[in-house]
């Protein structure tokens, strides 16, 4: 089976051609990384430049650019793939959450194609696209595992046992960890989206210099709150004097933002950890992509024998390749069936829960 994907849910513009397995049992001694199928194609346009001038996603902006991109990396995905667009199977696009307008450009698009194709559409929770990314690199990981989520939008906790079984652990009660450190790398002049920079910037931060919380570590639950931090953050620049600070204060800022998140995401995992029983955590989401993150959950997980997997770096953020991904293993699980429709709609804010089978 050839599944299209399309994701448009935000600012990246994302296509990808994924060729599913004949049958699970036919591949089971396949390597690992052919499990499931294989990724034939995928490509990707970044509107993180048009945005910067802004300081952030302009939604009308982040739409129409997405009109101007699909088709074309439609060609470009079929090109690599050496596929004719009579070839695909499936369209699967993200139909939430997101922003609407953008949004509506994929699903418009994959559903105008499937009725010209005479083909199928499956609508795609783009969380689950990012639970489920981390199959697709070389190692992928057993299930069950517990899933730390943290992306712009989402900080979630989350026990996984298979495709569609996904149970909520714990979430973040205001910002997300991502939007935590867009909005301090924002306090502190750093460009759009802070948290890369706000990482490159920490590298050069003295430790311990500046003390900042760490809210929840100790609230006996699995939530987060990290509005609060950044609240911290403004704090710590205020008592500088906003007039007095310089790039070293910046980075001993950064640097002290950096590891109360750090901290917190990984107290948590570990005890998400022990009350499951479970040896593997999986990180996924944009966040996924930070070093001093990464570093601490594999010196955490490995201290209590369990095992971390993190996703390559380029499936860590909005990709089509994790929509064409996610399409593919519901339709082998059984889970949903592709439809033919003339009608679609989108659904900006979407719970997880309504897409899981258990
Ligand atoms: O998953 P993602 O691409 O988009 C959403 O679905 O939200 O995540 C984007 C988020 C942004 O907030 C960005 O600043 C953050 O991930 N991010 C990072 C790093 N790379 C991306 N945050 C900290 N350190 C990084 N290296
Ligand atoms: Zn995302």
């Known amino acids: 089976m050839l599944v299209l994907g399309i994701e448009t849910s935000c600012d990246e513009t994302g296509l990808a051609l994924y ?24 490509a990707l346009h970044s509107q993180i430049d048009m945005h910067q001038a802004y300081g952030g996603v302009v939604p009308e902006l982040a739409s129409r650019d997405h009109i101007r991109r699909v088709l074309p990396l439609l060609t470009q995905v079929l090109a690599e793939a050496q596929r004719d667009k009579s070839e695909i199977d499936v ?52 299930f069950p595992f517990v899933a730390l989520l943290v992306s712009g939008g989402h900080t979630q906790l989350m026990r996984v046992d298979g495709v569609g079984q996904y149970a909520m652990l714990g979430e973040t009660l205001d910002d997300a960890a991502g939007e935590a450190f867009d909005k301090t790398a924002k306090l502190l002049g750093l460009s759009y989206p802070g948290g890369p920079e706000l990482a ?14 760490r809210p929840m570590l100790h609230s006996g ?96 953020t909005d990709n089509g390749a994790m929509i064409a991904f996610a399409g593919a293993m519901r339709l082998m699980a059984g889970i949903d069936q592709a439809v033919k429709t003339e009608s679609f709609s989108v659904k900006p804010r979407w719970d997880l829960a309504s897409v899981c089978t258990k």
């Open 19 to 42: 060729q599913s397995a004949p049958a699970p049992e036919a591949v089971q001694d396949a390597p690992a990384q052919y499990r499931y199928g294989q990724l034939l194609a995928h």
């Open 91 to 142: 369209i699967a696009c993200t139909q939430g959450p997101g922003l609407a307008g953008a949004l509506l450009v994929g699903t418009g698009i994959a559903h105008g194609l499937a009725f010209a194709l005479d083909k199928p559409v499956i609508t795609i929770h783009h969380l689950e696209g990012h639970l489920l990314s981390p199959l697709l690199s070389d190692d992928p990981p057993e």
């Open 200 to 213: 490159r910037l920490a590298e050069f931060g003295t430790a311990a210099s500046i003390q900042l919380p």
């Open 221 to 316: 639950d699995l939530d987060f709150s990290f509005s609060g931090l950044k609240t911290a953050a403004l704090t710590a620049v205020k008592k500088i004097g906003s007039a007095n600070v310089c790039e070293q204060d910046k980075a001993n800022i950064a640097l002290a933002f950096q590891d109360a998140i750090v901290d917190v995401l990984a107290a948590k995992s570990i005890t998400a950890l022990k009350q499951t029983g479970l040896k593997r955590l999986v990180v996924a989401g944009g966040v996924g992509a930070n070093r001093a993150l990464r570093a601490r959950l594999k010196e955490a997980t490995a201290k209590r024998g369990a095992r971390v997997h993190f996703p390559e770096l380029q499936w860590c």
